[in-house]
């Protein structure tokens, strides 16, 4: 989402082709949260076209794509993560192979307007939830030595933009928390990778959290920073090329620590690495903030 509000000059619709194995056997078992829409609907579709078995997630799992098992999960609930875990695990002989945490939302505000309250809820979806969804599925692949878990991060992991500076503190945490935990589990055959795109052509506009104590002095420059993130949705890249992407993480012989997704993102990692951070944010202002 943070993304979304620094508009740098490359494309969006790049995918990443790194090398993957042969067919694989298509037995393996995939549960994707959020999988009602988005970048995790068509990952559920595009997987289960592959040949994997595919449990998706929703709070209203009425509405499920073709061929895909829909269960009701509330990521910020351990009794209906424990739920949804033991749904799985019943139509699977205890198997899960690949954890796709995806469920994600993000704030547009300035960091002021936010109570702690309600920061405290972005943080309970986007970070405590992929963490709770982890450590339900470890000790089942810590017993069958084997298993993926993928988290969805974006190019707001690396770099924060105004107006979305929340959004982009719970990517940043994400994607600490996973580079931690990938090093803890691996030794149990156990890998994870950060899936990082550039902005995305998705419903995530219409869903992102209104300030619960908007102030008139940020008003202008968050309406201007909105409107710049719904005009950067609609020409964001489909999600099926993040699909795409977390298709290569489950097929990886060697699996990456991150897999940003689209030339975007790629750009901006780059830039991090490589330019001064005053630099850095001057560019960040004249592309978000700056009055015309």
Known sequence: MAEANLVWHFSLHDGITPMTKADQPTDQVVLITGASSGIGRATAIHLATAGYRVFGTSR????????????????????????????????????????????????????????????QKLFDINLFGAIRMT???LPSMRDQHGGRVLFLSSAGGVVSVPYAGYYCATKHALEAYVESLRLEVEEFGIQAALIAPGTVSTDAGDKAIKP???????????????????????????????????????????????YPVGMQSWGISLMKALLPQRILESGIRRTTISSP
């Not at 009794?79 to 799985?88: F, K, P, R, T």
């Not at 619960?212 to 993130?229: G, I, M, T, V, W």
């Open 60 to 119: 209203h799992p009425a509405d499920a794509p073709p061929g895909i098992e829909m269960i009701q999960l509330e990521v910020t609930c351990n009794d209906s993560v424990a739920a949804c875990l033991a749904e799985v695990y019943s139509q699977t002989a205890g198997r899960l192979d690949v954890l796709v945490n995806n469920v994600g939302t993000g704030i547009l505000a300035a960091t002021e307007e936010c109570s702690i309250e309600q920061v």
């Open 135 to 137: 450590n339900a599925v």
């Open 212 to 258: 619960d104590r908007p102030l008139d002095a940020y008003s202008s420059k968050r309406a201007s920073s909105a409107e710049q993130f719904v005009q950067a949705i609609r020409d964001g890249m489909p999600p099926e090329h993040v699909a795409d992407a977390i298709l290569h993480a489950i097929r990886d012989e060697r699996i990456m620590p991150r």
